[in-house]
């Protein structure tokens, strides 16, 4: 089972009853913030995730229940199998990071995602854009690299040229390689910027 297919099973509703009050993104926040962490208590996974605690005792349960965290008196964490399930997610998406203002940005707050060996899944970027907007962030601009440049399709060919400024963050931050996609999508807070990159960049998986 691909990595798609075994998050979005976690997190799509399976049987009669209330519809989940997450989604796969929250999914793939929760597992980033717990590799970060040795182990994390529900309360504080509620705060950082911006979820109620009634989403993360379920989200919580669902990802126990298929062997991908354990919990205990000392907080949650994730299980050899969670382990490699996020490996999986960071060698697709191995930087998702908080970036300053430039030419590309769209509100107070972004992020910028790499995907790694998508850019030939991009067409217009507008997939990735609607998707961004519809999970909530201002917009997203999707970028490719492709021939030693970065582009952005059907508005620059040469983003050192044109978004100079966009050009050096991205460069220095993320560092793309050929054939890689970056996403920038922007809101009025982190989490929207961060929910709209993760979106963006899950159409491309």
């Known amino acids: 089972m691909s990595i798609k297919n075994t998050l979005n099973k976690i997190s799509l509703k399976r049987r009669p009853g209330p519809t ?8 793939i ?15 504080k996974i509620s705060e950082r995730l911006g979820l109620g605690e009634g989403a993360v005792r379920t989200m919580l349960k669902k990802l126990s229940k298929n062997g991908i965290i354990t919990i205990s008196r000392n907080g949650c964490s994730l ?8 490996t999986s997610i960071e060698e697709i998406m191995p930087k998702i990071i908080e970036i300053g203002r430039n030419e590309l940005t769209l509100a107070p707050k972004s992020v910028a995602i790499l995907v790694k ?13 609607d998707a961004a907007v519809f999970s909530g962030a201002k917009g997203a601009v999707t970028i490719i690299s492709k021939n030693n440049k970065l582009i952005i399709p059907s508005v620059s060919m040469n983003l050192e040229k044109d978004y100079p400024l966009a050009f050096k963050d991205i460069v220095y931050s993320i560092k793309p390689g050929e054939g890689d996609v970056i996403i920038i999508s922007s809101g009025d807070s982190l989490r929207e910027a961060e929910y709209g990159a993760l979106a963006a960049a899950w159409t491309l998986i």
Request: with cysteine; aromatic share 4%.
């Open 20 to 27: 989940p009050s997450f989604n796969v993104l929250d999914v």
């Open 29 to 43: 926040r929760l597992l980033r913030l717990l590799a970060k962490s040795d182990s994390i208590g529900r309360g």
């Open 79 to 86: 299980t050899p199998k969670g382990k490699k399930v996020w």
């Open 117 to 129: 060996g998508c850019a030939d899944k991009v067409k217009s970027g507008i997939e990735q854009r």
